[in-house]
């Protein structure tokens, strides 16, 4: 069940002339709602707020998106209950040609989606993941951006089929993990916690910047680095992150097996304490 | 005065669980019709059958393609006429979610707008061009493909409002020169021609391929080479080919002035020889 919204009408359509469409020219978040409100809605804003501004697409203040987010999830019957929330902004219909528009009216979507309930034994016992061939095109004047482009990850998720694999870890353009295809990567290296930079390709999640800020938060040390293939392989423990399921311990990535991640549920806890619970107490 | 089409239909509005919205997924063509007809169409549809295959996009025969053109084309009162034409292909509708579709159904959408003829100045007296800030992602798994996002060059085109200037060329992560924001590039230094290789970003334009085969077919020498900014300021001649306008001189690039383009002048005789006319006899 899902239900679309634009200036406070339901839509299942949008105009052939939307930019978006058109070319991609836009950005977009994907936000967990969870007893009627969005999650991590300071993140979230402030990266699609930043995204606008480094594409110069005009956006309304913050508290205005949020009260157009509260109405679409009430009117979508889900007032006071979980849900996934996609925002999508663009840059609004324009004539043919690449040249923003004069007189640009920015195109707001917002998607109420059913919330998927993660399984336990994800949390628990970790779950199995792949590296991908499709790489991130190296582009550091958006990166950390969620752009509406998402054609490299369709590719990178396209390669396997197996159910057993939640997740697809891809490499940049100089062969580094950057991410998974729709979260974010952790591993622990004697008991040091890194995840990859993103400054030449990759989206900044908003989950990952609310784990560094816990972890900082809490004297945990952490690094931003870049981060091999053999370096994910030989971690101790490896663990995902995003927006909807918080945290997934790794237990499996090809040949690597790992079946305790201490570290892992020191954060896992740390972010319960935040407020963010997912998966079994 | 645009015209889209769908599935035979007039439309004005596409779902929006299109994956071309959603994800980018797809790509497109930009076609000139020319006396009712799709110019090049044998290039186009080549490019479009090889990007959809890398996509693993399902796409119909060509001649089916083709007659969807006609279609779109006699339906928009054109029948005969010039205009420009847009073929998009998607994947289609889809859940949430990057995994393509079980059941995937290719989205096509032909639109037809006005042609415009360029100015002839344009061709006798050349155009002026600037360097863009905005650089092309590197990605060399799909270079090449037009793909449906376009952001780079939105960004790129963004960066000037001058009218004058027709064209802002673009930079690839290393800092070689590629292509123009909707065209390829072409200069001449000591009597070779050349044009930037597509191996690692940019569209390999269609009529880029069509003028590399008539100065093979001519034994007029050209090289695809690595071009840098300093190669394009210092050329004896600079010209830019689509698929719309043919070929444009360059009389300046930022402090390059040029006034004289006998092998430009060569190129768009060969050009006019194979029934590529634009511009004035």
Chains 1, 2 share one sequence.
């Not at 402030?46 to 949020?66: C, F, H, K, V, Y």
């Not at 910047?209 to 900082?216: D, F, G, K, P």
Request: glycine share 10%; aromatic share 6%; proline share 4%.
């Amino acid at each position: 069940m899902r239900n679309w919204y634009k200036d406070g009408q339901a839509i299942d359509s949008i105009s052939v002339d939307d930019r978006g469409l058109q070319y991609a020219d836009g950005l977009f978040e994907t936000i967990a709602v969870r007893n009627g409100k969005p999650r991590l809605w300071k993140l979230h804003s402030e990266r699609l707020q930043s995204g606008s501004r480094r594409l110069d697409i005009q956006l309304p203040a913050t508290d205005e998106i949020l009260r157009s987010l509260m109405l679409a999830i009430d009117a979508s019957g889900r007032k006071g209950q979980d849900a996934l929330l996609k925002i999508i902004v663009t840059r609004g219909l324009g004539d043919r040609g690449y040249a923003p528009p004069q007189d640009p009216h920015t195109t707001i979507m917002i998607g109420l989606f059913d919330r998927k309930v993660g399984a336990a034994e994800h949390y628990q016992r970790g779950v199995a993941i792949r590296f991908c061939n499709a790489r991130l095109a190296s582009q550091p004047q958006t990166a950390g951006i969620k752009l509406l482009s998402r054609l490299d990850q369709v590719r990178a998720r396209a390669e396997w089929s197996d159910s057993e694999i939640l997740e697809g870890l891809m490499l940049d353009q100089q062969g580094s993990v950057v991410c998974g295809t729709m979260s974010n990567l952790f591993i622990v290296t004697d008991g040091l916690l890194q995840t990859p930079g993103i400054s030449d390709c990759g989206v900044s999640g908003v989950m990952r910047q609310h784990l560094l800020a816990i972890a900082s938060q809490n004297a945990l040390p952490f690094e931003t680095n870049t981060i091999t293939p053999d370096n994910v392989r030989s971690a101790d423990e490896i663990f995902l992150s995003n927006s909807q399921f918080g945290i997934w311990p790794v237990a499996r990535c090809g040949s690597t097996r790992i079946s305790d991640w201490p570290v892992t549920r020191r954060m896992r806890e740390l972010l319960q304490g935040s407020g963010v619970i997912e998966g079994p107490e």
